[in-house]
């Protein structure tokens, strides 16, 4: 695998989930909480993305990498064949790649167009891109590809899963809780969070 450099280019200001949904779960009706509310929302999103290397909330990433990957040819039995290995993005769920760049020998920025490769978006593991046939040189540079895509997505087992941890630190504000019995659901953190692990989940 290629070793990249990956930068924000849009950052998400939007909400993963939004906040009339978790005040709905709360049975809150009114206005003054909201600030505090979006906070929950917030840091049970970024929590959530830490524990999974997920990204709910839609963004525009740069990854940039020193050159295309290596085509390499083997001997089978009935001839010579080539092998074409793929550009793995960094960030789950990639939803879309939006352009893909490069220097050429004479360390000039090209657009390679998006009729000479193809890319796949499965949810569980990275998205990639391929080279319909061979990739093109590149000056040698640790910037030499360049590949601007979007990420990110809020699944239902995600929302449901804001809605609980919200729920949680509406009820406890504080970090210990004296006095009480607690049980964990069979559907409860854990088992949602295992569900969204990169890897685990569709």
């Not at 001839?79 to 760049?101: C, D, F, M, W």
């Not at 167009?113 to 046939?133: D, E, H, K, W």
Request: net charge negative; hydrophobic share 35%.
């Amino acid at each position: 695998m290629i070793s990249s450099v990956l930068s924000i280019v849009d950052n998400s200001t939007g909400l993963a989930i939004p906040l009339a949904d978790v005040k709905s779960h709360l049975n809150i009706d009114y206005d003054s909480d909201d600030a505090r509310i979006i906070s929950l929302i917030n840091v049970a999103t970024e929590w959530i993305e830490s524990e999974t290397g997920r990204t709910l909330t839609p963004r525009t990433y740069l990854e940039v990498y020193p050159c295309f990957p290596f085509y390499n040819y083997y001997q089978a039995w009935d001839g010579v064949y080539g092998r074409q290995h793929k550009l793995e993005l960094s960030i789950v769920p990639a939803t879309a790649v939006n352009s893909v760049s490069y220097y050429d020998t004479t360390n000039t920025l090209q657009a390679w167009s998006s009729t000479n490769y193809y890319a796949v978006y499965p949810m569980r593991t990275n998205a990639f891109i391929q080279g319909v046939l061979c990739y093109p040189a590149t000056f040698q540079r640790p910037d030499a590809v360049q590949v601007n895509y979007t990420a990110g997505s809020t699944p239902e087992v995600a929302k449901h899963l804001i809605r609980i941890m919200c729920s949680q630190w509406n009820e406890n504000r504080e970090a210990d809780v004296v006095g009480t019995i607690v049980s964990k659901s069979n559907y409860g953190v854990d088992r949602l969070l295992a569900q969204l692990k990169t890897g685990h989940y569709y």
